[in-house]
């Protein structure tokens, strides 16, 4: 007579099963039931093809999902990036020549909103492939260029209307090319100021790129000077320290006095 599975009757069936289904290890799901790792093996040998098939269901309803994603960005980006064409075919009818018509009929609008949509059927056409929904990946055009090249009167206008410390931080981006995440998070002990210049040291980065030592330019070296003797000349923490939950300047605030220098 075969043994009577523990699991089929736990009430802690269903998180056990999505914990499988999520590929967690049977010892550490066993530390959270009262249930050794034999017994969740045993359980797992005579329920996997059901978890396997409830995560196929689950997983074409997430590709759904995103296919009703990418009609509420059409639709959040007004009327004319409602691409119809587009929202009403099937996943495995849109092909790489569709992807780019899109772009071309909504050119009018910002770059940001074309990427946008772009970003969600590039997922969605990837996740589709990856399931074995699509025979073959599906080309999707790379985002936008935004450059934007300011002319001189243009920078001095915007800085004229800056408030601290937006104004110091956008002066450090302009003149070092950082990233403003890295600009905001900036502390002393990878700053080195020499007297007339000096260097910055940004340690952190997803690639070997990322991790690099920028030159100080006279601009940037004068607002960091005038930071530090103002701070006590400290040789730690942030450079621009505030209330805020890190501790830091943060994206919320630097958008909204960016917005403001923009609007006056």
Not at 82 to 110: C, P
Not at 119 to 130: G, K, P, S, V
Request: aromatic share 6%; net charge positive; with cysteine.
């Amino acid at each position: 007579m075969p043994r009577t599975c523990f699991v089929c009757s736990s009430p802690e069936r269903m998180a056990i099963d999505n914990a499988l289904l999520a590929g967690e290890s049977l010892r550490n799901i066993a530390k959270r039931v009262s249930i050794s790792p034999a017994g969740l093996l045993r359980h797992k040998s005579h329920v996997c093809q059901p978890i396997v098939k409830a995560g196929e269901r689950r997983e074409e309803r997430l590709s759904e999902s995103l296919l009703d994603e990418m009609r509420d960005v059409a639709e959040g980006v007004g009327t004319a990036c409602a691409d119809v064409r587009l929202a009403s075919l099937r996943i495995t009818e849109i092909t790489g020549k569709h992807a780019s018509q899109f772009a071309a009929r909504n050119s009018t609008l910002r770059a940001s909103a074309i990427n946008c949509g772009l970003w969600t059927l590039r997922r969605a056409l990837n996740l589709a492939f990856e399931w074995g929904k699509l025979d073959k990946p599906v080309r999707v055009p790379g985002e936008r260029r935004r450059d934007r090249v300011l002319s001189d009167a243009e920078i001095k206008l915007y800085f004229d209307n800056c408030r601290q410390p937006w104004k110091d931080a956008a002066t450090l981006i302009l003149g070092t090319g950082m990233h403003p995440g890295e600009v905001y998070g900036l502390r002393w002990e990878f700053l080195l100021l020499n007297g007339s210049g000096g260097l910055i040291q940004v340690s952190e980065g997803k690639s070997k790129a990322a991790r690099r030592i920028l030159p100080i330019i006279p601009d940037v070296y004068r607002i960091l000077k005038d930071r530090h003797e103002a701070q006590g000349k400290p040789d730690a923490g942030w450079v621009f320290p505030s209330t805020a939950r890190y501790g830091h300047l943060e994206q919320n605030t630097a958008k909204t006095k960016h917005s403001a220098a923009i609007a006056r």
